[in-house]
């Protein structure tokens, strides 16, 4: 089974409001990062969290983790049309090279 | 800079072909992966390298092989293509560590019939 898991695997909200992302992982992790994905086309990087860090800023983007729920959470204020896309977080094992992938989350907002 | 190129962007195979995936990245990144999308789902881990000459398997390996004969190339091969394999397949590179970013190249479109 997958590491990561996102809810709600889908969300539609009006442009300016602010949309929420979960994620839930199983084991022990050195970092978090989430990805976006434009439809047909590949996953674009967006912000990486380590395992020491709680809570991450970039731009219009929050990024929080809960190491001892295994849980880390995306936040995209005054969201655009443009962030239409499908997000997706990765979770990084301590164990190894691999970057275990969760479903993902499509998003879509509304002008 | 062209950052990570796959091909080809789409293919389709009858059953029991084989054919192989080409991925190239000028980056000089040492770690290279190749990943599976299927609807409903994230991305699963085929294989990876993490330099030239190295491979190992990932999460569903079985079906496909690989190989890094230079830093640049990572090639991903369907010795007898099966309908299972009807996928959007994805390869990655990263500079490499434990902290490192994962660059996307944009995707190869698989039909198996």
């Known amino acids: 089974s997958q590491q990561g898991e996102e809810d709600p695997q889908a969300l539609s909200i009006q442009e300016g409001e602010n949309a929420t992302m979960n994620c839930s992982y199983k084991?022990?992790?050195?970092?978090l990062q989430w990805y976006r994905q434009n439809s047909g086309r590949g996953l674009v990087h967006l912000i990486l969290?380590?395992?020491?860090?709680r809570e991450k800023h970039s731009g219009r983007l929050r990024v929080t983790l809960d190491t001892s729920k295994k849980s880390s959470s995306l936040l995209i204020t005054a969201s655009r049309a443009a962030d239409t896309a499908s997000y997706f977080c990765?979770?990084?094992?301590?164990?190894?090279?691999?970057?275990?992938f969760g479903a993902g989350t499509r998003l879509f907002v509304k002008a | 800079n062209a950052g990570v190129t796959q091909t080809p962007k789409f293919r389709v195979l009858k059953t029991g072909q084989s054919m192989t995936l080409l991925c190239a990245q000028d980056?000089?990144?040492?770690?290279m992966y190749w990943y599976r999308q299927d609807p409903g789902m994230g991305l699963r881990l085929i294989h990876y390298s993490v330099g030239e000459g190295t491979t190992a398997k990932g999460e569903v390996p079985d079906g496909y092989n690989v190989s890094r004969l230079k830093k640049q190339n990572f090639l991903l091969g369907l010795e007898s293509a099966a309908p299972s394999q009807t996928s959007v397949y994805f390869c990655?590179?990263?500079?490499?560590?434990?902290?490192?970013?994962?660059?996307f190249g944009p995707g190869t479109r698989l039909l198996v019939l």
């Open positions: 980056m000089n990144h040492e770690y």
């Open positions: 969290i380590r395992s020491n860090e």
């Open positions: 990765a979770a990084r094992d301590t164990g190894g090279f691999k970057t275990i």
């Open positions: 084991t022990s992790i050195n970092n």
């Open positions: 990655a590179s990263s500079l490499g560590g434990s902290l490192e970013t994962q660059y």
